[in-house]
């Protein structure tokens, strides 16, 4: 049974930072594509950052520059680092990975304010 633990949002001021963990279990993950995923209230959920197997990554406009997707295939690991937080970064974030079937993480909400 594949399962995704989400760990590290909480609130922080802006221009901070945090870094997002998502633990995945089940079986290896190494031929995954890995990516974060966000959503506030009364919008869609969108692609924040994805790493493929081989370490190729990929950015929403919004965050590029300011947040890194990283993984560790041996820990089945997917990591978020988040700095220059801005208030428009809040939101609940969603870990993701998908190979021939997709699986989503239970979210961990992320609020940026002073």
């Known amino acids: 049974q594949v399962q995704l633990v989400e760990s590290g949002g909480g609130l922080v001021q802006p221009g901070g930072s945090l870094r997002l963990s998502c633990a995945a279990s089940?079986?290896?993950?190494?031929?995954?594509?890995m990516g974060w995923y966000r959503q506030t209230p009364g919008k869609p959920r969108e692609l924040v950052a994805a790493?493929?197997?081989?370490?190729?990554?990929n950015y929403a406009d919004s965050v590029k520059g300011r947040f890194t997707i990283s993984r560790d295939n041996d820990k089945n690991t997917v990591y978020l680092q988040m700095n220059s937080l801005k208030p428009d970064d809040t939101a609940v974030y969603y870990c993701n990975v998908k190979l021939f079937v997709e699986y989503w993480g239970q979210g961990t909400q992320v609020t940026v304010s002073s």
């Open positions: 089940g079986r290896s993950f190494r031929l995954d594509t």
């Open positions: 790493i493929t197997s081989g370490g190729t990554t």
